[in-house]
């Protein structure tokens, strides 16, 4: 048996002329019900005739090519208006007359090509038939034509209106799948600016040490391991990275044996409480880091912990780069509805043999805090090196 639930699918699974084709069949049949019969639309004034095998044709004109309405609406609506004015020259009365509103709604909707072109041939071939009615009728006021002529064309113009809005509504999904494309873009974008430039500062400062430590052969062995696992979790973040663009990603699917556990959105999204680390893969740098944390993490605060940690992490790179093996101090504070952020160097150190800075960093970091409604600060001190401060709101406390 057919699952109830499933009839409405495989409904729509079906062409949309079969679809349409059970409404012209109940149109069909109704027309010839007989207290239905002579009840249809009249133009002219023309007396009411009984159904013939002729009406029978006008009446299969006008109500089985209501299928194709969708799929060929210019044919739909030719076939409709000759078998209308089948049945209004010769009496018939029937209510198969209503399929030609729809057939013009549907054109005025549906019609891709030629919409003028067809709306002047429809109008110039309703002026013979107007006159024909008129003369073999009771002689019925031009009015009377006019006015029919003007509510069929409405029609016209309801179905027009419901393709601009159908229109409209396509390149407003189009505009909003557009930004929403480029505004990932742009998160992946700063995800990659915050983790390659981090860690591949930290390499090249290591690297840049490890030159001047040929006598020295265990501190040379220490610094080319920090060099070994910085580059280690340089290519596990990355991998997270690609992860977000791996449409499989979150479905269980695995691509890679070596992955392991690195699809942890807790990796992927480092809380502050990594900061530990962090901090001791800058002092491995050869940068004198000074850490605290203040309050307790709350238990969910959204996007707040990952921006806090790319503040730490952007300032740090920044020491590296610009204020090499200066004093650098960071304060984490937790709140209640905030973490506070501040990072600071002495201005002792000098710049490090590292990449320029893009300046995108701290442009990226500025609106990320501004999007969850904080504010962000760095500057220069007076007296040397430079501090950067966020207040970064997350939320409730729970």
């Not at 000759?82 to 549907?106: E, K, M, R």
């Amino acid at each position: 048996m057919i699952d109830r639930r499933r009839v409405p699918e495989l409904w729509h699974r079906l062409d949309v002329t079969v679809r349409d084709l059970p409404f012209g069949v109940l149109l069909l049949v109704a027309s010839f019900l007989p207290g239905l019969r002579g009840n249809g639309t009249e133009v002219g004034g023309l007396p009411t005739q009984p159904v013939d095998t002729l009406g029978g044709v006008a009446a299969v004109l006008q109500c089985l090519p209501l299928a194709l309405r969708r799929r060929w609406p210019a044919l739909c609506l030719a076939l409709v208006f000759l078998g209308f004015a089948v049945d209004q020259l010769n009496g018939y009365h029937l209510v198969a007359g209503t399929a030609l509103p729809i057939a013009l709604l549907s054109a005025g909707s549906y019609l891709e090509r030629y919409r003028r072109v067809t709306l002047l041939v429809l109008s110039a071939a309703y002026v013979p038939l107007a006159v024909a009615l008129h003369r073999r009728g009771p002689g019925e006021p031009p009015a009377e034509f006019v006015t029919f002529y003007l509510a069929v064309a409405l029609a016209w113009g309801v179905g027009a209106w419901m393709r601009s809005a159908r229109t409209a509504e396509a390149e407003r999904r189009g505009r909003v799948a557009e930004d929403a494309r480029a505004a990932e873009r742009g998160r992946i974008a700063r995800e990659l600016h915050d983790v390659v430039t981090h860690h591949v500062t930290a390499m090249v400062v290591q690297t840049e040490a490890a030159r001047y430590l040929t006598a020295a052969p265990e501190r040379l062995d220490q610094t080319l391991t920090a060099v070994s696992d910085t580059g280690r979790r340089a290519i596990t973040d990355l991998r997270h990275l690609l992860d977000l663009l791996n449409p499989d990603h979150g479905t269980g699917h695995d691509h890679g044996g070596d992955h392991g556990t690195d699809h942890g959105t807790e990796a992927r999204t480092p809380p502050v409480g990594r900061l530990l680390t962090l901090v001791e893969q800058t002092r491995r740098a050869g940068q004198p880091v000074e850490f605290t944390e203040e309050g307790t993490p709350a238990a969910s605060t959204g996007s707040a912990d990952l921006v806090a940690y790319r503040v730490v992490q952007e300032a740090l790179t920044n020491a590296l780069k610009y204020d090499h093996g200066s004093r650098t101090s960071v304060l984490v504070h937790h709140g209640e509805r905030e973490i506070t952020v501040e990072v600071g160097t002495d201005g002792s150190g000098s710049p490090a043999a590292s990449p320029g800075g893009s300046g995108r960093g701290l442009a990226g970091l500025r609106e990320r805090v501004d999007v969850l409604g904080g504010d962000f600060d760095a500057d220069r001190r007076a007296g040397g090196g430079f501090v950067v401060r966020a207040r970064i709101p997350s939320g409730s406390p729970s």
